[in-house]
């Protein structure tokens, strides 16, 4: 089955620079990698996801970065913030695997004013 | 994004008792729900994928009798956890699908079994 790595754990950035959550997958035929954004308590928000045909997305300061070949993908923020102080996961989604999604253990972001 | 709400957000019970959780997609129709488990600090642990108007389909090591799960209708699943234990306690959350591979999370329920 697909096993999704995700690094770092913990992650501590000064406000304003930018922050780089790297996961790698497994299943080649994994074509769906959304990012998710888990708050204290809560459950996870979808922030930006990618497909197999797309090398780059970008949505204001969050980008995604695929690269299928190498079957890693990566999650970039620029300019944080406070705000963006969070657990984030990735995740692998395989038509193999009925559409599953694989979670990656997550990253501690933690942003310092 | 589309909405899916979850209730309750948390629910204290007794040991022996059972506790049901809903979840609900809002503003679209769910074919497909996700059933996760979440401990402190980890990641989410797939329970169940459940299918409208079908049984649900559940991972390895996770027993059907006690985690009961319906999904009656295109909105609506149930997570019934019976018989609960206080090794039970938990962060337990849902994610809907319409039908391609976007899933949305509900907000999850916090249960603590005393």
């Known amino acids: 089955g697909e096993n999704v790595e995700q690094h770092p754990s913990t992650l501590s950035v000064q406000e304003g620079d930018s922050a780089v959550i790297k996961c790698t997958y497994s299943d080649s035929a994994s074509n769906y990698f959304p990012w998710y954004k888990q708050e204290l308590g809560k459950g996870p928000q979808l922030i930006i996801d990618i497909r197999s045909n797309v090398g780059e997305k970008k949505d204001q300061r969050i980008a995604v970065t695929l690269n299928k070949t190498a079957k890693h993908f990566s999650l970039h923020i620029t300019e944080t913030q406070p705000e963006d102080s969070a657990v984030y996961f990735c995740?692998?989604?395989?038509?193999?695997?009925?559409?599953?999604?694989?979670f990656g253990d997550g990253t501690t972001l933690t942003v310092k004013p | 994004g589309a909405v899916v709400s979850q209730h309750p957000s948390r629910v204290i019970c007794k040991s022996g008792t059972s506790v049901k959780i809903e979840c609900r997609s809002l503003d679209f129709q769910a074919t497909t729900m996700f059933w996760y488990r979440q401990f402190p600090k980890q990641s989410l642990m797939l329970m169940a994928t459940?299918?409208?108007?079908?049984?649900?389909?559940?991972e390895q090591g996770v027993e059907k009798d006690k985690f009961l799960i319906n999904h009656a209708s295109l909105t609506l699943s149930t997570l019934t956890v019976t018989s609960a234990h206080p090794e039970d306690s938990s962060f337990y959350i849902c994610s809907a699908r319409e039908g391609g591979s976007l899933a949305f999370f509900g907000q999850g329920t916090r249960l603590t079994v005393v």
């Open positions: 459940s299918n409208e108007g079908s049984k649900a389909t559940y």
């Open positions: 995740a692998a989604s395989s038509p193999t695997n009925a559409g599953k999604s694989t």
